[in-house]
């Protein structure tokens, strides 16, 4: 069985696939495993940007897919959509979009948030539908599934799972705690 | 080949190593399932202690969703709790589970004892897993704190574990 040492390096962004905001330096790595219809991860996106602004190039930021697409119907083409975005250069501006627009999520929504970033619209929603970035969303969900994720959303500080409640007090105090400081 | 691993906090669960015993259980209300159909590929079992409760409709969502990782790996997964038939059919609708929901309700929690995880002070099985090769042998066990999603991660290596393994027969 794998043990704690490459179950940390799985967890931990990795600059050549990640999404990643902040500097790889940085002493703070959150990874979070998200998707896009999940009402919590709609929750924890507003206090991840409160904590992003609070700690500034102390925290690096990851996001991976974990769509639940038996619960949430529109996750995996919004994650392909992001992801798609991203193959244009956008990746969190259609990220930050998705989960302002939670309850519009369907194909021709994801082809107005392309067009409102000024992306080529029809060429993300070509990509989508021909499943162009579908193995790199289920790379993400498996590399989850081997990281101990159980849910949505699952963070990992430092390589290491967070189990506390997904609020600003208690992510911050958790990061304290990994650096062994007050922040 | 590996070496089978159990980790279990109540201490009574099946411990690797052992014959997985038979059982039969319903699936749906005229339909029931035989362990030992399934000799000949892994089987991955999954107790949960019941439907509705909030922890279980994520960990049985989670298994759900990573249905197609566990058949990557050959491997059957079947839930169990003590719900009747009617309500793992609802149950299951509800989620759209695409994988067997077992009752383990007449007599209540025969099979949950057999493998040594069944609550008698709540009336319910323990959350516990166990991964049973293709000769019916448990390979793994794993028994986490009731409210706690034990996730798929120890499940995913138990399988390559049994994939990795060379035949010995």
Redesign the interface.
Known sequence: MSGPASISRLTLPDPKRDHIQGLIEAPIALVEYGDYECPYCGEAYSIIKAIQERLGGRLCFAFRNFPLVNSHPHAQHAAEAAEAAGAQGKFWEMHDLLFENQDALDDEDLAQYAAALKLDARRLIDEVLAGAHTARVREDFRSGARGGVNGTPTFFINGVRYEGPPDAGALLTAFADALNQTL | MAKP?TQNHNGTALPAGTPAPDFSLHSTPDQAVKLSEFRGQPVVLAFYPADWSPVCG??M??Y???LG?FQSLGAELLGISVDGSWCHAAFSRD????FPLLADFEPKGEVARLYGVYRQSEGVCERALFVIDADGIIHWSYVSPVGV?????GI???LE?LQNQPEVK
């Open positions: 691993t994520d960990q969502a989670l759900n969703e990573m990782e989620r759209k589970l695409h999603n034990p996730g798929a991660d995913l290596s138990a574990e």
